[in-house]
């Protein structure tokens, strides 16, 4: 099948398809010699669905390139994805705890105006005028692990770039 087929049995962009090959997570495929149209088999449609849901658990690309190692060695204990899953649900509990402090500071911080007046009186814009409150911080000054939450200081296999 060519990639417009491939992309659309797996519900996603052409682009994603042509990303995850060149982050190595799909292989290349096969070009035909007459119009040198990428042709892919079945095996790359169950391996592109296969990255698809684990990027849904929000997953880097370093643990799906573990999950497919793994997949490919059925004999061996499966230990390691236990410890995989584990390590990331921590991390998505962690920013649970962290998104639940935002929200009690965007409450706290909404609580400042309760009616519409002049941004010269608004509370929320003098609220965050203040210098060096720490109460105003990021809730976590660490890197997290979660969507939308990595920091420019992680590896690349931990950087969230897919379509």
Known sequence: ?????????????????????REGLLPAAV??????YRQYDHGHLERLTFIRRCRALDM???????????????????????ELIDTHLAH???????LKALEAQLSELRGQCHAARATRDCGILR??????DAAW????????????SHC????????????
């Open 1 to 21: 099948m060519k990639i417009g087929e491939l992309a659309k049995q797996a519900g996603c962009l052409v682009e994603t398809v042509r990303y995850y090959e």
């Open 31 to 36: 070009r035909d010699e007459a119009n040198n």
């Open 60 to 82: 880097t690309h370093g643990e799906i390139r573990a999950l497919l190692q793994a997949r490919v060695e059925p004999d061996a204990s499966c230990e390691s994805i236990n």
């Open 92 to 98: 998505v509990q962690a920013r649970m705890a962290e």
């Open 127 to 132: 609220e965050l005028d203040q210098p060096g």
């Open 137 to 148: 911080r990021s809730p976590s000054a660490l890197p997290s692990h979660v969507a939308g």
């Open 152 to 163: 420019s200081t992680e590896s690349p296999t931990h950087t969230r770039k897919d379509g």
